[in-house]
């Protein structure tokens, strides 16, 4: 057996299909990567967006972003399924190679370290404004003269 590959693929819906019509081709799709023994890692749902520019003379569409392991063979079966389904009005599929992959994890990493970093700040300025005196604020000599 050969070695799994990690792909990303795009795909925009058009926008004239139902919500259930959406959901029933990306479970086609998904199905389609299972069938040829792949598996699926994530797959995202991001919903009607606008188009940059006009495809099919459509303006919007529904986007999916199904990142997926298989057989590098497996793609160009994909991308001839992309083509073929009149619901799909545009797709890209992208290769992920190891050192994309282990920089992904690298900068997911420290994002994770920064947001801790933040939250352990916040938390030890909220406990140091606790043990200030409440501030007394002097009264000018114009306040005396009403």
Do not use: C
Request: hydrophobic share 30%; glycine share 4%; proline share 3%.
């Amino acid at each position: 057996m050969k070695a799994l590959r990690t792909y990303e693929a795009l795909y925009i819906v058009r926008p004239d299909r139902s919500d259930d019509e959406v959901q029933t081709i990306a479970q086609q799709v998904e199905g389609l990567v299972t069938a040829s023994g792949g598996s699926i890692v994530r797959s995202e749902a991001w919903g009607k967006r606008r188009l940059a520019y006009e495809v099919n003379h459509f303006t919007e569409g529904y986007y999916i972003l199904m990142r997926f392991q298989s057989d590098p063979s497996f793609v160009s079966r994909l991308e001839n399924h992309f083509r073929l389904d009149e619901s799909i009005i545009r797709a890209l599929t992208v290769y992920f190679d190891e050192k994309t992959l282990r920089l992904e994890e690298e900068q997911k990493k420290r994002t994770e370290e920064l947001i801790k970093a933040s939250a352990t700040r916040r938390s030890q300025d909220d406990d140091d404004d606790d043990d200030e005196p409440p501030q007394r604020h002097r009264r000018d000599r114009d306040d005396d003269d009403d």
